[in-house]
């Protein structure tokens, strides 16, 4: 194992501590919660989201103005533990309510549930939202249902940008559940990705093996395949999605999403792809973000992800925001 790191165990809070120290300006770290959260501020509800770490910039680099407020951390590919996201309440609660974005991962659902249950003990208003646009699987090793993937990160940008405006929590809810209704996304895997803690690849890829519709965390796909063109893995990763929702004559954001080890060359080329099929089927791309949102430590891949957008949608889309891995001016 060959990875730029001190001890497995202490991968997560350094990590961390590093994004704060680039960031110091605007975000603050909590120690032995392994939290991030906004400096100053406002007065609104507050967006909290979170998971096992390993997926980076997902969470924590999508803290700040216009996006999420905390990140609560896991360890690699673990839950994080209600305490942590109580800690992540404390911080940012302004007596507006919070709205919760939790991927569809059982242990997930479990902690941010029992932290909002403990927190409306307290007198706290919780939404909570579930994103869950992966239509590679219908369950999986970490999952019931959909699991929750790069997709995520429209819910954060959306649901903070109408948090900003000074919405009250049901609107702010109202509009990450709209999100997640029109939001579906598709992957594949080209190689594994190894643990820190664990020091070897957690599955195995033939050389010339690709696998369809692979999870995060290295779960079951759809199928592997011999290794195909960008204009092929396009096709079968659109296809796939067009088969679960109708996007034909609608206006849509589009995320090319790198798992960790594609160049981004890679990613260019395969959006090269997907615009034209975009294109050929009717589907207007209104906005684009291609690169590594929703990481899977070094494992090659990529993801593809549609959200049908309405005009207030595009509105939210294109407001500010100012984090460490995305700045809208």
């Not at 501020?41 to 997902?58: N, Q, R, T, Y």
């Not at 993937?149 to 819910?155: L, N, Q, R």
Request: hydrophobic share 40%; glycine share 10%; aromatic share 6%.
């Amino acid at each position: 194992m060959k990875k730029i790191i001190n001890k497995p165990e202490d991968v997560v809070k350094e990590c961390l501590m590093g994004l704060q120290m680039a960031n110091s300006d605007t975000l603050e770290y909590i120690p032995e919660k392994e939290v991030i959260y906004r400096k100053n501020m406002d007065k609104k509800v507050a967006v909290i989201s979170g998971g096992g770490a390993g997926h980076e910039p997902l969470h924590a680099g999508f803290v700040g103005k216009g996006m999420l407020d905390a990140a609560v951390s896991g360890n690699v590919f673990s839950s994080p533990s209600p305490d942590r996201i109580e800690a992540a309440i404390e911080k940012v609660e302004k007596g507006q309510g919070v709205l919760f974005v939790i991927k569809n991962y059982s242990g997930d659902i479990m902690n941010f549930g029992m932290a909002q249950d403990m927190a409306e003990m307290e007198g706290i208003q919780v939404e909570s939202v579930v994103v869950k646009d992966d239509v590679a699987v219908p369950d999986s090793t970490y999952s019931t249902g959909r699991r929750g993937i790069a997709g995520t990160m429209f819910v954060h940008k959306i649901a903070g940008a109408m948090a900003e405006t000074g919405a009250p929590l049901s609107e702010v809810a109202g509009v990450a559940r709209e999100v997640v209704e029109n939001l579906r996304s598709m992957g594949m895997a080209m190689s594994p990705c190894i643990l820190p803690a664990v020091g070897r690849p957690g599955f195995t890829l033939g050389e010339n093996e690709i696998e369809i519709g692979m999870g995060i965390h290295g779960e079951p796909g759809v199928e592997k395949t011999t290794m195909k063109t960008a204009k092929e893995i396009a096709a079968i990763l659109l296809q796939k999605i067009l088969d679960d929702y109708d996007y034909e004559g609608s206006e849509v954001a589009v995320l090319v999403n790198g798992l960790g080890g594609t160049p981004l060359m890679e990613l260019y080329i395969l959006n090269y792809e997907v615009q034209k099929l975009l294109k050929e089927k009717n589907i207007t791309a209104y906005k684009t973000f291609v690169g590594n949102y929703t990481t899977s430590l070094e494992m090659t891949g990529c993801s593809l992800s549609l959200l049908k957008l309405n005009d207030k949608m595009k509105t939210l889309l294109d407001a500010s925001c100012d984090t460490p891995a995305l700045k809208i001016d």
